[in-house]
Nanobody
């Protein structure tokens, strides 16, 4: 069983920055973040495969960066130039494979972008 615990969410003004962190009991091949806004489906924000291959949703490219530290067993999401449409619950995930629905999820952390 893989346990994931997110931290770092909160309220930020448009244009601001936040860094989300996810502490994992075990690091798997694919780690990353989904988000779910009210009334919307959960969507992939970013993932990192193995040590360096990253993918980002088009809506966050150039603004978000994802990092993983296997020694510390963490995966982080640096979010810059935040917009109101980034408001959502952000979920850390872990998967032993590249494709398909991730097997393990954190409990989620709220990010609210508002003035």
């Amino acid at each position: 069983q893989v346990q994931l615990v997110e931290s770092g969410g909160g309220l930020v003004q448009p244009g601001g920055s936040l860094r989300l962190s996810c502490a994992a009991s075990v690091m798997l091949y694919r780690m990353g973040w989904y988000r779910q806004a009210p009334g919307k489906q959960r969507e992939l924000v970013a993932d990192i495969i193995s040590t360096s291959k990253t993918n980002f949703a088009d809506s966050v490219k150039g603004r978000f960066t994802i990092y993983r530290d296997n020694a510390k067993k963490t995966v982080s999401l640096q979010m810059n130039s935040l917009k109101s449409e980034d408001t959502a619950v952000y979920y850390c995930f872990a998967s032993p494979i590249v494709l398909g629905t991730p097997a393990y999820w954190g409990q989620g952390t709220q990010v609210t972008v508002s003035s």
